[in-house]
């Protein structure tokens, strides 16, 4: 029959679609089950049962006969209409095709979004009911299904139901049919049933995604046209554009969804539905855009199809909402400079910092947490730190720094830090009392957090006037504190942030001494195996050893071993940080000698080779403490060093040089750079070089 029932032994029953079984009973044991009848069942069961079967000595427990009371309380308690959507859902499924019908449209007149209407339907087998509908060839019929499970799918359990009885490859049927009321109805119910894990995979896998995208293909003219101005059958495409956008903003949860829909054309589509007119089309598609802002390929779809402009002009809605997706997108995208740029043009800045002031807003967290989070990334740009200077932004995210959530004060924290590079915001964070704000927070835990504070009070401690107070709030014990930290970006910025602390602050050498164990808490870390990590901490060692006491103590604690397990790397900014920690250690006791013996000489000597001048710089140091030694100034000249000769390539390939002739060359090409430090200490290392060679020569002319 067209409404997928049957007659089957003079009774109605359900006939089950594609494998699926008829409408299931109502659950055993649910105080819901049977209507009105299932009272009478409940109060017999009190009953004593007069079979022969039944013994006459057994009664009935305590605790069941308090059970059986509370649940016929519970019964009581039951609105009249959760019975009537029962008795309704027994017509469709008992009744003809026109009895369906009526029952379907007097299910539509109740509440269906509240949870005791939706437990009627789900208790009594109206789901699997409502699923089997979809396959009838009535269009009413399914009409009125689908309106009628668009409204009940906002509830998890139901949404779960409908992907068990196999639901979601119908839906993704009815995407293909001709009739629009259909698809946006199917749609509609698909957003809110791809809100679950396994109904987004089933989607993509019945070719779901590039049917969806469809429906957002409208042309420009209906979407900057009022709705009381369009036709009905234009009306229509927005409606399937609206339906399409959120179930697509619900799929787009998924990473292989985002890609299927990139693949599909959907960026050139979400940039023509941000130029609507209609703030329901607007929301559901700025939803899909800040969820696939994540992947690299989109950020640059959104900055290339120009997709900013319209972004930063839906910053000034009133929709709340949809200021957070808008803020979540630049939060995103911004990390690029161009679109940084771009925001700073069309003027997205500031409705962004006015979101940051506006108290009104203070309760509305994930808001709050992307529009600071979009000023962060945005702060990356000189030009749009001065844009935010002149909004005085510093002095309003020092506000938000008692803040409860975590987001927001990482986010906020996160745009200071890129502030406060600047000296005059140093000097208005200052003012304002930023800093013993900043120094509190390093008691929280949170590591993304925990990190843009290191930051920012690396920055901060430039300042003299800022170290004083640092130093006044012991802010360096505590920054030293989060070496312990396990997250290896907290280690590694905690560490940059002590170099300039021990640089500026007032005997910094007994202050080092004073931190119990921080001495071998810095050796330790040398052992980590993330690079950056190793580069911080090898920094750090190279200002703590300027002390000559701090020097000692870092020797006894093997820091010359833990340092020549490091000079294999190949990592541009280890080599600059370890050839100057190198440095530092080298000059006390035998620490030259010891690290000849280890035989770190050669692959230092290497690190010439390199493209970067900082490596240049602090290699040259590196060698010139070195040459200190006769021992090592011999394997400096006899090694040899394997270079590109730049500009020739064969095929892909470099072609590679050895030069027997040592570090000479290099420190005679580096002599001549314009870096003065670099100069002196190629110079240096060529002194020490020259001076053990006229020694031996005058050893061989006395004929010793």
Same mark, same amino acid.
């Given at each position: ?386 844009? =935010?200077? $002149? ?5 309003? /995210? +020092?506000? #938000? !720094? &008692? ?5 927001? @004060?990482? *986010? ?16 208005? =964070?200052? $003012? ?5 704000? /900043? +120094?509190? #927070? !390093? &008691? ?5 957090? @925990?990190? *843009? ?28 504190? #989060? !070496? ?221």
């Amino acid at each position: 029959m067209s409404t997928a029932v049957a007659r089957r032994g003079g009774a109605k029953v359900v006939r089950g679609g594609k494998g699926k079984q008829g409408a299931a009973a109502p659950r055993k044991g649910s105080v819901f089950g049977g209507g009105p009848a299932g009272k009478d069942k409940l109060f017999a069961a009190a009953k004593p049962d007069n079979s022969e079967e039944s013994d006459s000595t057994d009664a009935v427990s305590s605790s069941d006969e308090e059970e059986r009371w509370k649940e016929s309380k519970h019964t009581n308690d039951v609105p009249s209409e959760y019975w009537h959507i029962q008795k309704l859902v027994k017509y469709m499924k008992a009744g003809n095709q026109t009895a369906t019908i009526v029952a379907l449209c007097c299910l539509k007149d109740h509440d269906l979004t509240t949870q005791m209407n939706q437990r009627a339907i789900q208790d009594c087998g109206g789901l699997e009911v409502l699923v089997n509908l979809l396959e009838s060839n009535d269009l009413k019929c399914r009409l009125g299904a689908l309106t009628v499970l668009s409204e009940v799918s906002s509830n998890l359990d139901i949404r779960r139901s409908i992907v068990d009885l196999g639901g979601i490859p119908l839906l993704v049927q009815i995407l293909s049919e001709p009739g629009r009321d259909l698809k946006i109805m199917a749609a509609e119910t698909l957003g809110n049933v791809a809100k679950v894990r396994l109904a987004r995979k089933l989607v993509r896998k019945c070719d779901g995604v590039p049917r969806l995208v469809d429906l957002l293909d409208v042309p420009i003219s209906v979407l900057r046209s009022q709705r009381d101005q369009l036709s009905e059958d234009e009306r229509e495409m927005l409606d399937m554009a609206r339906a399409g956008a959120r179930a697509l903003w619900s799929l787009s949860e998924s990473r292989h969804n985002k890609e299927l829909m990139c693949k599909g054309g959907i960026v050139p589509l979400m940039g023509r539905l941000l130029k609507s007119v209609h703030i329901d089309i607007v929301v559901p598609t700025m939803g899909t855009i800040q969820q696939c802002a994540s992947q690299a390929n989109y950020q640059l779809a959104i900055t290339t199809e120009g997709m900013i402009y319209d972004i930063v002009s839906h910053l000034t809605s009133d929709n709340l909402d949809l200021k957070r997706q808008c803020s979540s997108a630049i939060f995103k995208c911004a990390s690029d400079k161009t679109a940084s740029d771009m925001v700073r043009d069309s003027g997205g800045l500031e409705p962004l910092v006015g979101i940051a002031k506006d108290k009104t807003v203070r309760d509305n967290k994930p808001l709050l947490a992307a529009a600071t989070g979009a000023l962060w990334k945005c702060a990356a740009s000189e030009a749009n730190v001065k844009k =935010l200077d $002149q909004l005085k932004t510093v002095q309003v /995210l +020092v506000q #938000l !720094l &008692n803040d409860e959530s975590e987001d927001v @004060l990482t *986010n906020a924290v996160g745009c200071i830090s890129e502030c406060v590079k600047y000296q005059n915001n140093r000097e208005i =964070l200052r $003012q304002f009392n930023g800093i013993p704000l /900043l +120094v509190n #927070l !390093l &008691n929280m835990t949170h590591a993304p957090l @925990l990190e *843009n504070i290191a930051k920012t009070l690396k920055e901060c401690a430039s300042d003299p006037e800022s170290m004083t107070i640092m130093e006044e709030l012991d802010a360096i014990r505590l920054i030293w504190s #989060l !070496l312990k930290n396990s997250n290896p970006k907290v280690q590694a910025h905690a560490a940059w942030a002590l170099c300039p602390c021990i640089e500026n602050a007032k005997d910094s050498g007994e202050l080092v001494r004073s931190f119990v164990g921080a001495l071998e808490l810095v050796v330790g870390l040398l052992s980590s195996r993330d690079n950056f990590v190793l580069s911080a901490v090898c920094a750090a060692i190279a200002t703590i050893a300027k002390d000559r006491e701090n020097l000692s103590v870092l020797s006894d604690h093997k820091v010359i071993q833990m340092l020549a397990h490091l000079v294999y790397t190949t990592d541009d900014l280890l080599r600059e940080n370890l050839a100057a920690a190198i440095a530092s250690c080298a000059p006390y006791a035998n620490n030259t000698q010891e690290l000849g013996r280890l035989r770190t000489v050669t692959p230092i000597v290497g690190y010439m080779v390199s493209n970067n001048p900082r490596v240049h710089r602090t290699t040259a140091m590196a060698l010139q403490k070195l040459s200190e030694d006769p021992q090592n100034c011999i394997t400096m000249h006899q090694v040899n060093v394997t270079r590109a000769l730049r500009g020739w390539r064969c095929g892909t390939r470099l072609r590679f040089f050895t030069l027997q002739s040592g570090v000479v060359p290099f420190l005679l090409e580096t002599v001549g750079s314009k870096d003065r430090e670099l100069q002196e200490a190629s110079a240096g290392c060529l002194q020490n070089i020259r001076k053990l060679a006229l020694r031996a020569e005058e050893l061989e002319f006395r004929g010793e």
